[in-house]
């Protein structure tokens, strides 16, 4: 019996672009991974085909029979689940502001088996070209962990889990790139901001807003609890982009750290299958259901207050 839960984050570089050859061997990377949970992005085709297409339907026969959900709009993101280990329970596509992404998210709150208590899982991909866009959908994100559902009869705040492509640099083990070791003009700009005074540093994104609110970067749990090289960069050195970088990530609720048995970057890039590394993260699935068992107990306090602030209902 498997003792772990599985999620992968997977930015694969346009889907493919159409090449039969690289999405076998993706799928089949993917497939290896044995995933109960996979965050993608970059899925353009399968919205313009229509969400009942066989093209759609296919991606999930290729992952081994995952069943998936395409994130609202153009369809930029999509989860997928193992349905004998996973169970949906609402899809939030409906409460996702558009106006805010330029590549919407898909949000499903999903139960694990052996488990009553859903989590707010997001598969993200974030803008590439403006740091101000970005923290706009940080902002949206910082919804999620004040989202409540009734469980065990009280009313209880949600774990979460975020997962994909922030497109900025995400903290690692060393110093931050140097806006000047960018050749490319445009990419420094998309990749910084602007301070007073005219000095451009690197945008860290969500970093710095996640563990205000409450939600742990599961590399650096990983890394804390001795495996530096769950830090890896997930997408490699360019001439003209710069050194090697984080850009990929899976946060969860920091309550939930101590499920986090291991955490990998997999190599798509040297092969040449995706401009990004994907990342898989395993939580020890006894830890996460007795953290879960618990969760109403230590995740109740003032609900009605929250709830009646927060106008959300959610399950």
């Known amino acids: 019996m498997k003792d772990t839960l599985t999620i992968l984050a997977c930015n694969f570089e ?57 994130g609202p709009g153009i369809g930029a993101t999509a989860i997928y689940i193992n349905p004998r280990t996973v169970h949906p329970a609402r899809n939030w596509a409906d409460e996702v502001e558009r106006s805010i992404w330029q590549l919407p998210p898909t949000v499903l709150s999903l139960i694990p088996d052996g488990t009553h208590v859903p989590i707010l899982v997001a598969s993200v991909h974030y803008a590439y070209h403006n740091a101000a866009q970005r923290d706009l959908e940080t902002g949206w994100l910082t919804r999620l962990p004040d989202k409540w559902a009734p469980v065990d009869g009280q009313h209880a705040q949600l774990p979460v889990l975020i997962g994909g492509d922030f497109n900025c640099e995400l903290p690692g083990t060393g ?39 409450g939600l742990a970067d599961a590399a650096h749990i990983a890394a804390t609890n001795g495996d530096k090289e769950a830090l890896a960069p997930t997408v490699a050195a360019s001439p003209t982009h710069g050194p090697a970088r984080r850009c ?21 890039t040297g092969p040449g299958l995706s401009d990004h590394d994907t990342v898989t993260l395993r939580l020890h699935l006894p830890t996460l259901r007795r953290l879960l068992a618990d969760w109403p107990t230590h995740h109740a306090a003032a609900a009605k207050t929250v709830a009646h602030r927060s106008g959300l209902r959610a399950s």
Do not use: C, K
């Open 175 to 213: 110093p931050l790139t140097r806006p000047r070791d960018i050749a490319d003009r445009p990419h420094r700009v998309h990749r910084t901001i602007l301070l007073p005074g005219g000095r451009r540093v690197m945008d860290t994104g969500p970093a710095a807003t996640f563990a205000e609110i």
């Open 14 to 70: 346009g889907n493919g672009r159409g090449d039969l050859a690289v999405q076998a061997e993706m799928y089949r990377r993917l497939r290896a991974e044995e995933p109960d949970i996979l965050l993608r992005q970059e899925l353009p085709g399968y919205a313009a085909t229509g969400r009942e297409s066989t093209h759609w339907f296919r991606s999930w026969e290729h992952l081994g029979g995952m069943v998936g959900w395409l």
């Open 248 to 268: 990929d990530a899976i946060y969860l609720s920091d309550a939930l750290a101590p499920a986090v048995a291991d955490y990998t970057v997999i190599d798509m």
